[in-house]
């Protein structure tokens, strides 16, 4: 899929996330990358053969502190290779799309996987 068609599907998962996670943007850069780096995907999950569809990094919301202001944004990476590689029909793409955000968005506001469920996102 070109990158501006995964771009759309991403734009329309920000358009659908609830109010309270539409809010957090306003801190946080997302970005698109091909594939994850092998050695990111070996410290993160332990196997660099793992499967890592997004990725948080920086400071989660409930960690930042106001002399915390000049640092770099956090950032949400989603990968579209393995997204499109797992998920070929593109509505699978779209949701998997939308919960990989979600779950990212997650980590960035300071949320463990209940709160996430709570929200419907699994």
Same mark, same amino acid.
């Given at each position: 899929m070109p990158r501006r068609a995964f771009e759309k599907l991403v734009e329309k998962a920000l358009e659908r996330l609830p109010e309270?996670?539409?809010?957090? #943007?306003?801190? #946080?850069?997302i970005v698109i990358e091909d594939w994850p780096d092998p050695a990111i995907v070996e410290e993160i999950t332990g196997d660099p053969e793992e499967v890592l569809y997004g990725l948080f990094t920086g400071t989660p919301l409930p960690e930042r502190r106001f002399d915390d202001s000049g640092d770099l944004p956090a950032v949400i990476a989603l990968y579209q290779g393995p997204l499109e590689e797992d998920f070929s029909e593109r509505a699978e793409l779209a949701r998997e799309v939308e919960i990989t955000l979600v779950h990212e968005l997650a980590h960035f506001m300071g949320f463990d996987e209940d709160a996430v469920r709570k929200y419907g996102y699994e």
């Open positions: 309270e996670f539409r809010q957090a #943007l306003d801190n #946080l850069v």
